[in-house]
């Protein structure tokens, strides 16, 4: 197995010639797409109707996407995700945002994060023109250019494959983790601390896991493993990952499975990690809340939907449980920055209220353990309209109270930034992190 990031690499990338401009070509391309999906696309697009075009296109790109991970288990997307509300009776082309597939197919290392990039901005495009409140004018209309982006963009990452699949290596890391006992002298123990944050995160989930569905010497491979793994990803982890940790050992100890709780116990021993076991499944119940706002926001008609989960979450209370905390001010946050189109005015007095009621040391907090790696809120950030919303949620008397209180360098610019009104110095503040995750930009 290699030792390097290239293992979340694709490697059988075929790549469309710039110089093919024409749909046609392009969508003939398509080889996931019927002849008679590639007729109508084709025919449609030459009518002008190029709404029809993106959203039957996008459909079945994401839709493809989506059906390929879920190939790889319901129990191993949950974890991934860290939405402990999909079960294996879940219908994961519903409880599975675009969004979500998209940013999970990177990590996982299906599509490319150039890949992502573009496939993240031809999903606000299609989202923001499948609004039914637009107004019938010619402004809010997609263009030919704008649709052939999307058409090519769909068969470039998803459709042109016969089957998008994860690569190879990260099957074998996975296997690895569950068949082998690793030591430290481990290529890839000595690498793991280097590597991009996602790439820990995605080996905490991993693990975690493997320590809940496995039984017998599989299940003594992934314990031991995670003995050597998570003590030395520990000071660098973010709380979100923490809280996982805790999680998962509190829901074997509550199955009565003594044996991988008393193993994920002694990880926790090691590393000081009781703090972050939570005392009840109340945190489990403003997750899924929380889960529901961000599908809302990242799907069809989110001005529309966001309303009804932002104010369910805004009766549940105003103390949000700790291992909670992170997702349920990320989704709020979404819906009160909104998009490169706009945001769900209907939304906002619920947004408002439930953001007022954090109090300082929380958002201490949310800016030092969650923000730096959380890749939805930078994606936010390096946009020009969510970023300059961004600049109205906090005063500037507040941002200079927590300043003193700010650890990581480039949080302390982003909220030097942010009082100071630097749209740009902010987006170009975010991209950078985003790519410090290891994602890409462009």
Known sequence: MTNDVTLWKKTDEVIIPKQTNNVSQIVNLGVQLSQKDQRQIIRSFEDGSYEMVATFIWTKAINSLRNQLSKMGISFIAEMLDRPDISEHTNVQQAISDFEAIRLAEELGVISGTAAFRLKQAMELVTHFNQPELEDSPENELSDDETKTIIRTCVQSILIYDKVEAAIN????????????????????????????FFQRTTIRILMLLVKTKLGAQLENALANANLIIPQLWPNLKHPERYQVGRTYSELFSDGKSKAANGLRGVLLKVKGFDFVPEDLRSSSFIKVANDILSAHNGMNNFYNEPAPVNTLLRMGSVIPSPAFQVCVTAVLCVRLGNSYGVSNAAQDGANAILKNITTDRWIYFFNECIQSNEILLYKLMQYRPTSIWLTVFASKFLGRISSELKNKDIINLVKFTNEKKIDRINNLADAMYQKLGYANS
Request: hydrophobic fraction near 35%; charged fraction near 30%; aromatic fraction near 10%.
């Open 170 to 197: 990260f099957k074998n890391f996975r296997n690895e983790l569950e068949e082998l006992t690793l030591n430290e002298d481990s290529p890839i123990i000595i690498k793991l601390v280097q590597n991009p944050y």
